[in-house]
């Protein structure tokens, strides 16, 4: 059996470290994503609730408009 040669080891070992970092980063970059996801969730219910409430408004308007119209008919009726 040789003895492996401090280079091969030196090898080795950054060889490891760059995996290690490379992990690291896309542990980092996993975790920075699902952040802005939740962020970009977070928005568009805020978003679809806030279009919610302006279709609820439209529809109030509508209705007095054309409220308001029925009365103006019935003026132009008498």
Not at 21 to 31: M, P, Q
Not at 35 to 40: F, G, M, N, P, V
Request: aromatic share 0%; glycine share 2%.
């Amino acid at each position: 059996m040789s003895m492996p040669r401090p280079e091969a080891e030196l090898l080795e070992t950054d060889s490891l470290e760059a995996l290690e970092e490379r992990i690291h980063r896309a542990v980092e970059l996993v975790s920075s994503l699902r952040s802005e996801r939740d962020a970009a969730v977070a928005e568009a219910k805020k978003l679809r609730a806030e279009i919610e409430g302006m279709r609820s408004e439209r529809k109030q308007v509508r209705v007095r408009i054309e409220k308001l119209l029925g009365q103006m008919d019935q003026l132009s009726e008498r």
